[in-house]
């Protein structure tokens, strides 16, 4: 089916399902129950999770297949956004043209960096792409402030031309939409004491993010995928063959250049701000951390590791000392509070501190990232039951 | 002309930073091949050796003032360090006024013990690992050692002073005639960094141990087949760039006040120095170094700036551009190191 | 994956369970009275959205001190602070309309996207009704319009620049800070009878929008009193080494150095202009100075002796002597054995003026609470007799003009107050040139 082979069929029908019970998964928790800091499914962070790992999965088309570490993909990021709030404040708060211009001019952009920075591979070419991207981040931030609004992040106004929408009421700012159906817009089932939000915004990105895994399955698949791989293994046999490889490395380069701009265009759709700091070199590198820390070249790794590095960001940090009271209030006092002083260092303004850690224990004990961390539980779990099965022979 | 020769003179003190910074790296990345992003932690580890040591030099007894109140109408708490007590009033003061050059002799067993650990504790098990691995793991390790140092002081900059003997101006244009006057420190710390940059290269080039570990870096293999433990010295080479990473970053703090991400602040910057100096290249990174200090310092200048706004900005990365598209291994790098 | 089952297992329990309480409901903003995160049990939910990371994270941790001490204050424990000396006698201690008031926090590293993120959890997720905070200007002007789309109300702690209640002015936002314009109209006349009129000011400036409505508003009050600018330059924000950048002041006939920047910058700037030897030089027959026109007594801190002598102004500072401020520094100091800096200062009388006008308004509606905001004057908290205008949602109150002390005795007097600027002095039109360009709209209540 969608021609692919069965088991990519499986898996590609799983990851949807996953995609679209997302707000389900992701809220496990009762709303009034301790446990609901967890709780991650809200609009909000759903949207980024679907949209970092949107980016994560395009990033892995480049690095993952040929080994081309780019370090500037945050530009891609950010010019997409800009063209996305451009295109909301001059043409229509519709969504769509918004990611059709974003999409044609972070290619744009990933064309001409790529084809420069491509002349050099390794480190070189990581260097080269990291100083396009911080020259980017540095402009906008400062003398090209009058098409991005420097610091601030590019905003909607009230007296926005929107050509196409007409004369909008006045009074307040209008949300982005795709005919008609807000992005904003929630719908918040309540089953006994759980509460679910099913949010428009949502599952836009997650339609879109499934899209482009699909994309992404075809071509890990396909004999495009095939050539990149071959760039990644001995890029300098494939040349003496007479082969030219760089078409197919700026190919790849500039297709994950545009499911940047993509993800770029959704976080704009989803929240109309456009800030210089997305294209920062820590920007880029969480996109790098993220594929490395899910499992460079794997399918599901990078959405994993997208998924991974938010919830961190925007679980832990709002973690305080009051609520580690409250979980701990059950402990004798002296025992309580330092249980507490010892939490509070990796929570809250510690949270750092945390995803330092993991990401060193994750990179020593699972090199293969993320999903070699499934993997072996897959196969313990496999392997238990093998071993029961043999355990059980000798009684036959 | 005045101010051209002081942007020059800005410019090798920004040169001697970043040199001493990116030969650390090189000896880590270009020669080791270990992408070593906490790097940057560990100039910020040295320089947090000299806030260290003037805070112990500033233990104080502490002893209430009855005359004073403080803030809340208490009598104030006056506080007298205990090397003042100690030494007397002259030597103490003098230990905690020259608390940063005598920080050197605590970040140079401090910094190779913190080389030697992360290299036997971590980077061993990683030398096989791909470079994505290295990058993961060092990152995360930069991360660690940031929030250690963030939680002993804090996020805020903290202000080390020069000894005040060096803390003032001098005429540097005296000779040619002219009034030009330039801060003591940075002319020292210029100084110190090309004593430890000559240091650095003449125990490479004239000990036997320089000379397995050049060969080790050229060939790896061949020593090994020669009965030689590289290993071993390898050690002591992340050591070494630890430790100039550290005298780095000690002698900086009067000029940067030293705060607990500036590792983060240069770890890009050194990076892109090492990078176009060449890879595996000492003397590149060195000349690499002083010429992206040297330019940057001429773009800040106002008539640049007229020209070309924002450059000042950009005018690293924009340099390193053009010098990766016209010499495709930086200035001086070395066939085959990192290029795939 | 195997969670997948088990969580789906719960559910389904979960479902036939409690199938009687199937009660699906509206979009959340609707269904309860007419505006966003209505607060329906017996707590409300306060956001604190600081920067608990990066370079600001001192100052976002002093603010939280402030607000967890507000909240305090609100819910009756603690002594009251400045409760007692406010002029509207509203708040009684028993929480805010009878409910106790709870509170998030989150950090904002700083960074608006970051920020925007962490203000809609606590929107989404935590169903807070009023998000305050913030150390950078680009981020509150971020977050005051996530709030205005979302329909809750934001109380802008630590924010200078003249956008926040210019030309990016919000209904639903309100900044109890001073400004740039009032740092320049404040300090010009202590600057003229120090220095004289007869002055060529050189200015560096962080190369973002703070920086240059900083520039702007000292470079037209300096300007007024006769001075000369002689250039305006700006340097990349985080510079570190900004020798490049002094060294042209020397030759370049200047005799006042102004350093329009924050945080990290303004310590790295000021001590490396001291290096240079900039404050033993004669210029003109005159002893060249330097002037800071943003004081942050944290960052005052770790420029240390360099700041002695060096002319800024600040919102607030806590020697000073009126009721209110002894109240604060009294509950603030004996919780948290420091004074508070300024920032902790405009966070807890935000804290306590969103609570105070959802007192007086009776509901916590935005547009209640903007009615009840807006022209809104009190006393008692610090600055004297303050007006919070309701053209711009900007509070009119009187300037503190600083200088480094010559002899601190510890860390946190390192700045005196020369002089308390009347508020007529820094007051401006609502459409004055530098704020042009704005419009607050209309109170937006959520969906």
Known sequence: MFGLNQKDTKFLLIVVALTLLTPFLLNPFPTDSAMAQFNAGYPALMQRFAIYGLMAIGFNILFGLTGYLSFGHAAFLGVGSYSAVWMFKLLSMNILPAIILAMIVSGLFALAIGYISLRRSGIYFSILTLAFAEMSYRLAYSVLTPITNGETGLQLNLNDPRILDGAADTSSLPVPGLFGMKMNSTYTLDIGAWSFDFNVGFYVCAVIAILGFYMSLRIFRSPFGMMLRAVKSNQQRMNYTGLNSRPYTLAAFVISGIYAGLAGALLAAMDPLAGAERMQWTASGEVVLMTILGGAGTLMGPVLGAGFIKYCENIFSKINETILHSWFSFLPDSLESVVVWFFARFVGEGWHLTLGVLFMLIVIFLPGGLVEGGQRIASWWKNRGKDEDSSNQPAE | MDAIILQFFNGLEKGSAYALIALGLTLIFGTLGVVNFAHGALFMIGAFCAVTLRKVFEISKVSLDPTKTDFLGKPLEVKTPYVEAWFGETVGSAMINYSVPLAILL??????????????????????????????????????LQEIVKYFFGANPIQMMAPSDYSGTVNIGAMLGMDIFYPVWRLVYFFFS????????????????????????????????????????????????????????????????????????????????????????????????????ILQSFASLNEVKAIIPGIDQIIIYLVAIVILLTRPRGLMGRKGVMED | MSNKFSRRGV????????????????????????FTN??????????????????????????LRAFQLAVEHLNGEGDGGMLNTFSSKALDGAGILGKKV????????????????????????????????????????????????AGVIFMAALTHSNDTTGKD???????????????????????????????????????????????????ASTEALGWQTVEKVRTPVGAGDFSSYIAPVLNSGADVLILNHYGGDMVNSLSQAVQFGLRDKMVNGKQF???????????????????????????????????????????????????????????????????????????????????????????????GPVLYRGADHQCFKDVLVMKGAENPTNEYDTLEIVETTPRAQVEYEPDHPMFAGGDLGQCNPGA
């Not at chain 3, 559910?11 to 903003?29: C, D, E, Q």
């Open chain 3, 289 to 383: 100075e330097i002037v800071v026109p943003l004081y942050s007594e944290l960052m005052a801190a770790g420029a240390g002796s360099n700041i002695q002598g060096v002319y800024g102004s600040m919102n607030w500072n806590w020697q000073l002597q009126d009721a209110g401020t002894q109240a604060f520094v009294k509950s603030f100091g004996e919780k948290y054995g420091r004074p508070p800096s300024n920032a902790a200062h405009t966070s807890y009388v935000q804290t306590l003026l969103y609570a105070d006008a959802v007192t007086r308004a009776g509901t916590f509606n935005p547009c209640g609470v903007v009615e009840a905001l807006e022209d809104f004057e009190f006393d008692g908290m610090g600055n």
């Open chain 3, 102 to 149: 709870t509170f998030v926090t989150g950090d904002t590293q700083t960074k608006s996207d970051v920020a925007r993120a962490s203000a809609q959890s606590m929107i989404q997720k935590d169903g807070a009704v009023m998000i305050t905070g913030g150390s950078s200007s680009g981020v509150a002007v971020a977050v005051q319009g996530l709030c205005q789309e």
């Open chain 3, 11 to 34: 559910l389904k329990s979960g479902a036939i369970a409690g199938s009687g309480l199937l009660l699906p409901t509206y979009l959340r903003a609707e269904s309860h009275s007419g």
């Open chain 2, 107 to 144: 970040t140079i067993p401090v910094m190779l013990f913190v080389g030697w650990a992360m290299e036997r504790g971590l980077i061993k098990h990683f030398y096989k690992r791909p470079h994505a691995d290295q990058i993961l793991v060092t990152f995360g390790l930069a991360i660690v």
């Open chain 3, 38 to 63: 209505a607060p329906t049990g017996s707590e409300v939910v306060f956001g604190f959205n600081v920067p608990q990371t990066g370079p600001y994270s001192e100052e976002g941790l002093d603010e």
């Open chain 2, 194 to 293: 090309a004593v430890i940059i000559g240091g650095v290269f003449a125990f490479l080039q004239f000990t036997t141990f320089g000379m397995v570990v050049r060969a080790g870096m050229a060939d790896r293999e061949t020593v090994g087949l020669l009965g030689i433990d590289i290993d071993k010295r390898f050690t002591l080479m992340f050591g070494l760039a630890a430790g100039v990473a550290g005298l780095a970053g000690v002698m900086y703090t009067p000029i940067l006040s030293p705060n607990y991400h500036m590792g983060m602040d240069f770890l890009v910057l050194s990076f892109v120095v090492v990078v176009v100096g060449g890879m595996g290249s000492l003397p590149g990174a060195v000349a690499a170094g002083f010429l992206l200090g």
């Open chain 3, 169 to 219: 002015r919000k209904a639903n936002g309100f900044r109890h800070f001073f400004n740039a314009y009032m740092s320049g109209a404040a300090l010009a006349p202590v600057l003229g009878s120090a220095y004289g009129t007869e002055r060529r000011a050189y200015h560096l400036t962080a190369d973002y929008t703070w920086g240059w409505t900083q520039e702007e508003s000292i470079a």
